[in-house]
Nanobody
């Protein structure tokens, strides 16, 4: 059974940086498509970014610009989301997601991902 566990969220101030972790079991991230989503209160779940199955390319939502970076550690089977220059509008529950298919271009739709973590809260205050 594939399981994803996010960690690293918390309360930060505007302009701070934060790194989220997604520890995966039951599926090798090197053979999967890994993505990050976020959901703020009253809003739809939003695609943040993703790695293709090689881990060479990252695809980003327009809203995050160049502030976020996704990386992975295959030995630890863990994916990371580094967030810089955080803004209040970045406040949300952040979810790690996985698709079993080795996709060259990761999809932006949540429906394409079959495994999800429980989420970790990120709150950015002024």
């Amino acid at each position: 059974q594939v399981q994803l566990v996010e960690s690293g969220g918390g309360l930060v101030q505007v302009g701070d940086s934060l790194r989220l972790s997604c520890a995966v079991s039951g599926r090798a991230i090197s053979r999967a498509t890994m993505a990050w989503f976020r959901q703020a209160p009253g809003k739809e779940r939003e695609f943040v970014g993703a790695l293709d199955w090689r881990g060479y390319t990252t695809y980003w939502a327009d809203s995050v610009g160049g502030r976020f970076t996704i990386s992975r550690d295959n030995a630890l089977n863990t994916v990371y989301l580094r967030m810089n220059a955080l803004k209040p509008e970045d406040s949300a529950i952040y979810f790690c997601a996985s698709a079993a298919s080795a996709l060259l271009v990761p999809p932006r739709s949540p429906a394409e991902y079959d495994a999800w973590g429980q989420g970790t809260q990120v709150t950015v205050s002024s």
